[in-house]
């Protein structure tokens, strides 16, 4: 009887219809990377890892002194380390996820549909270590410091911490993929995984929305802070690890000035801002933007 089962968060049947939709959604469209893409398909050589606007070093003097070979390395390692950041977040959302759905009421669309999120993950990490292979480029990691970070937090982060910080990472990616899915001189591996991404991703951030919004219905004015600034720890650590310094080591630049070029770029910094519209507009719909917060998000140009 679904009585028996704890019902959790203060979930209601409208709220179950939300992930019913999902569901259906995912029953129609679902992608398998291994048959959607041509892995066999050669690179070719002028075709950069994602649109040369999206390079950190995109606009800077550094940029203009830089080779077309060099551009194309940079970009491709650029993606690369994204990817790589892609697939440490997807093992942290996946704990998270099956943690929070910890017997609850296998019969629930919320289950299952958090389930299958679950499974797309496995199929997206997937997806990114084989077009990583492909391009040629070594797993890059976070440090040992953020690595213990992620760690941390995915041991302690529930209810909308979690999703907070899941929205965060999908948010961010989505904005790019979808620029790098359209780019004529952006390699097919990329404009195709992309695609499979963003269609998705699309229903994982559905979910996350939902997620959040259940667990704010009746949170204090204290937990609603804690979360906030929470998720805009994780946001913090999200943006400062997408790009790994190597990536200007393997373009053959001078790490340091690469560095101080892309963290002063105006260009980034708008770029930053625009993708990140979306995701501040729903955190301030839903408490989640304080003052200290947006100290956070402004510190790393979100806001
Ligand atoms: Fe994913
Ligand atoms: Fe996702």
């Keep these: 009887m679904a009585l028996t089962w704890q019902a959790g968060h203060g979930h209601t049947k409208a709220d179950d219809d939300v992930s019913k939709r999902l569901l259906e959604s995912a029953a129609t469209l679902s992608y398998d990377p291994s048959a959607e893409i041509d892995w066999d398909a050669p690179l070719p050589d002028d075709h950069f890892g994602l649109n040369p606007e999206w390079s950190t070093l995109y606009g800077t003097r550094l940029w203009d002194g830089m080779t077309e070979r060099q551009r194309v390395t940079l970009t491709r390692h650029e993606v690369c380390s994204i990817m790589y950041t892609g697939i440490w ?166 790490v340091q000035r690469a560095l101080d070029e892309a963290r002063a770029s105006e260009h980034r910094k708008t770029m930053m801002r625009t993708s990140s519209r979306h995701l501040m507009a729903f955190l301030a719909e839903t408490g989640l933007l304080t003052s200290r917060s947006a100290a956070v998000y402004r510190k790393v140009n979100m806001l």
């Design 89 to 254: 977040f997807e093992t942290i959302l996946q704990q998270m996820v099956l943690r929070d759905q910890y017997l609850k009421n296998p019969a629930s669309a919320e289950f299952q549909f958090a389930l299958t999120e679950i499974a797309d993950e496995c199929r997206h990490s997937i997806m990114f270590a084989r077009a990583c292979a492909k391009m040629g480029v070594p797993a890059y990691r976070p440090n040992k410091l953020i690595a213990q970070a992620g760690r941390a937090f995915k041991a302690v982060a529930r209810g909308e911490l979690a999703y907070g910080g899941i929205l965060v990472a999908e948010e961010v990616l989505d904005v790019m993929q979808r620029d790098w899915m359209r780019g004529e001189n952006v390699l097919e591996i990329v404009r195709g995984t992309s695609r499979i991404h963003v269609l998705e991703e699309s229903r994982h951030m559905k979910f996350a929305r939902q997620e959040i919004r259940e667990r704010m219905r009746h949170a204090s004015p204290a937990r609603r802070r804690a979360s906030a600034t929470g998720i805009a720890m994780g946001a913090y650590i999200i943006v400062t690890s997408m790009i790994h310094p190597g990536v200007y080591q393997a373009a053959g630049l001078d």
